[in-house]
């Protein structure tokens, strides 16, 4: 199974590829949006600022939220948070709209949050065989705190949300499973396993 990672031109994507060639897949990376809208499966990493990223975007942006509503889709970090309408980091820049909702700084004391964290998630598709309370790393400064969409939860402070289904098999994560040991490997498996049961 090939996948494509988005590079917005900033950041080390190395750790994410390696992780899906461990687990077999074919890895693309490019900066090129409409390599993005083509692809077989998509995955938005966690690298960059909201407006940043997404003003390259513009252009294919209804195509882009088109292509995430249809076919497999993991949006890692920023990558979740682009699905959204909307963030407090960038005012007056549209994000995706896959989710109804608006990113926003965190309420808590001490920011960003940073390091590992336990999430207590909903138990099959992409948590399949992952245990309630596993640990996964994070670093974020924004995020979400309700969604109907929502699969996951962390504490930091007050609850965040972790995890959200963004379409049939479209998803986001606020963590990076690429740097969360066995449990975040397991959870890059699900996906691909959910993408190939999806064609």
């Known amino acids: 199974m090939k996948v494509t990672i988005a590079d917005y031109g900033v950041g080390n ?22 390599r993005w809208v083509e692809s077989q499966v998509l995955v938005l990493p966690g690298v960059g600022a909201f407006g940043a990223v997404l003003k390259p975007v513009a252009e294919v942006r209804e195509l882009l939220r088109q292509r995430v509503r249809e076919r497999p889709t993991l949006g890692i970090c920023l990558g979740m948070e682009l699905l959204f309408e909307r963030s407090e980091e960038a005012p007056g820049v549209s994000g995706l709209g896959v989710l109804p909702g608006t990113v926003v700084k965190l309420p808590a004391q001490r ?29 974020h400064t924004y995020g979400t705190l309700e969604s109907d969409a929502a699969l996951a939860w962390t ?25 969360s040991g066995q449990w975040g490997l397991k959870l890059l498996e699900n996906f691909l396993t959910l993408s190939k049961e999806s064609r």
């Not at 994507?13 to 990376?29: I, M, Y």
């Not at 940073?114 to 992409?126: A, M, R, S």
């Open 155 to 179: 504490v930091y402070e007050s609850r965040i949300i972790s995890a959200v289904q963004a379409g049939a098999i479209s998803f986001g994560v606020q963590f990076h499973p690429e740097k």
């Open 111 to 139: 920011l960003p949050h940073l390091g590992w964290n336990t999430v207590q998630h909903k138990e099959d598709g992409l948590f399949d065989d992952i245990p309630q309370n596993a640990y996964f790393y994070f670093v």
């Open 13 to 34: 994507l190395h750790s994410l590829r390696k992780a899906f060639e461990r687990l077999g897949a074919t890895v693309e990376v490019t900066e090129e949006a409409d």
